[in-house]
T-cell receptor, first 115, second 117 residues
Framework: AQKVTQAQTEISVVEKEDVTLDCVYE???????LFWYKQPPSGELVFLIR??????QNEISGRYSWNFQKSTSSFNFTITASQVVDSAVYFC????????????FGTGTKLQVIP | GAGVSQSPRYKVAKRGQDVALRCDPISGHVSLFWYQQALGQGPEFLTY????????KSGLPSDRFFAERPEGSVSTLKIQRTQQEDSAVYLCASSLSSPSSYNSPLHFGNGTRLTVT
């Protein structure tokens, strides 16, 4: 069975601080995908990133960066110089690589960026 | 063009009523998913369609839940004899993926917030 754990329920930071959202996953699959989604108050889940389990290179996209460590089954997400618009609930998720991409989500981390 | 569209945005139903939730996926998307998101929780898988075929309905909580996608585009999630525990946001997602193609990300709609009183 697949499982995604986001131990941080809520985080508050002051604008311009850096913040890291933790994600730990469990799967028996040898090939899988990891995702991060953002859910602003409007409710729509916005896709941020997908990583293949074979690719452990860290990735940076603007103020966002992701640290994938297979050895610790973690896929952490860092926002640098946070902004008020980053306030949202962030979900880490996992799916097997084959088949039809049935995605298992974590319980989410609510990030509040205070101006 | 447009993203995944869901209607209604909000639905209030009295316990015991039937409801129907609609999802218009992105045009050309083969895969369609329904998820249920309870307050303060992550989305949980309900069912999956590949075109018009419902290939996985393992997440449907009970036989009161029924989903269809008769022409391989628009999908409807129907809940019969609604109960208070059915109150949640119901999210629809679509993607280009089919088993023979590279997995593409899921694109989600804004969801339908169902409140059963």
């Amino acid at each position: 069975a697949q499982k995604v754990t986001q131990a941080q329920t809520e985080i508050s930071v002051v604008e311009k601080e850096d913040v890291t959202l933790d994600c730990v996953y469990e799967t028996r699959d040898t090939t899988y995908y990891l995702f991060w989604y953002k859910q602003p108050p409007s409710g729509e889940l916005v896709f941020l990133i997908r990583r293949n389990s074979f690719d452990e290179q860290n990735e940076i996209s603007g103020r966002y960066s992701w640290n994938f460590q297979k050895s610790t089954s973690s896929f952490n997400f860092t926002i640098t110089a946070s902004q008020v618009v980053d306030s949202a609930v962030y979900f880490c998720a996992l799916s097997e690589a084959g088949g039809y991409q049935k995605v298992t989500f974590g319980t989410g981390t609510k990030l509040q960026v205070i101006p | 063009g447009a993203g995944v569209s869901q209607s209604p945005r909000y639905k209030v139903a009295k316990r015991g009523q039937d409801v129907a939730l609609r999802c218009d996926p992105i045009s050309g998307h083969v895969s369609l998913f329904w998820y249920q998101q309870a307050l303060g929780q992550g989305p949980e898988f309900l069912t999956y369609f590949q075109n018009e075929a419902q290939l996985d309905k393992s997440g449907l909580p009970s036989d009161r839940f029924f989903a269809e996608r008769p022409e391989g585009s628009v999908s409807t999630l129907k809940i019969q004899r609604t109960q208070q525990e059915d109150s949640a946001v119901y999210l629809c997602a679509s993607s280009l993926s089919s088993p023979s193609s590279y997995n593409s990300p899921l694109h989600f709609g804004n969801g339908t917030r169902l409140t059963v009183t």
